[in-house]
């Protein structure tokens, strides 16, 4: 069982907007910045949240991140074919002392 | 370009160990904090290990923490993952991350694209 939750599966077709929740706690959502990961499949996660809200150069603006207390989203707008990949959340995790990530999301493209 | 390559992955028994490499390029080494990360086959990611760039700060997953050490040397810009008392729930795909600076501090920014554990008998 992943210390951060996130729901197993979302789904969405081209075009529509679709949100990711990630729920922790205040030892380390609540009290630490929150980072996102996209997995294509078969290939390596890459950065695509940091702090929050801040998006790496290279991110399309389509994806945003956003926090509030104990529990963070992704949100995507106008979904694509190519968005389909497992998005993982992330943070520091103060009463573990090491780095803990959510169990995963699945994201289908209809 | 910038760029990390595992290595040292492969089949093991239980109870055995198996070294990883990371070797760096494109970028300064010595000045980043690195990590490993694992997944095992069809799970999600799970963190095992951090070490700061002079290796003063090292942390541990307390799933490895006695059985795992992690290193550097910074002169050969590689990372290090040496893996004892291996189990079947090591089994997966390691991956060596790096740590951002500045803004992107604790951010993985850059992955290596794996290498394999598998523990059985």
């Known amino acids: 069982q992943s210390v951060l939750t996130q729901p197993p599966s979302a789904s969405g077709t081209p075009g529509q907007r679709v949100t990711i929740s990630c729920s922790g706690s205040?030892?380390?959502?609540?009290?630490?910045?929150v980072y996102w990961y996209q997995q294509l499949p078969g290939t390596a996660p890459k950065l695509l949240i940091y702090?929050?809200?801040q998006r790496p150069s290279g991110v399309p603006d389509r994806f945003s991140g956003s926090k509030s207390g104990t529990s963070a989203s992704l949100a995507i707008s106008g979904l694509r074919s190519e968005d389909e990949a497992d998005y993982y959340c992330?943070?520091?995790?103060?009463?573990?002392?090491?780095?803990?990530f959510g169990g995963g999301t699945k994201l289908t493209v209809l | 370009e910038v760029q990390l390559v595992e290595s040292g992955g492969g089949l093991v028994k239980p109870g055995g160990s198996l070294r990883l490499s990371c070797a760096a390029s494109g970028f300064t080494f010595r000045t980043y904090s690195m990590n490993w990360v694992r997944q095992a086959p069809g799970k999600g990611l799970e963190w095992v290990s951090s070490i700061g760039s002079r290796s003063s700060s090292i942390y541990y997953a307390d799933s490895v923490k006695g059985r795992f050490t992690i290193s550097r040397d910074n002169a050969q810009n590689s990372l290090y993952l040496q893996m004892n008392s291996l189990r079947a729930e090591d089994t997966a795909v390691y991956y060596c991350a790096r740590e951002g600076e500045q803004q992107l501090v604790q951010a993985f920014d850059i992955w290596g694209q794996g290498t394999m554990v598998t523990v059985s008998s």
């Open positions: 992330a943070a520091w995790d103060d009463r573990l002392s090491g780095r803990v």
């Open positions: 205040s030892s380390n959502i609540g009290n630490n910045y």
């Open positions: 702090r929050n809200d």
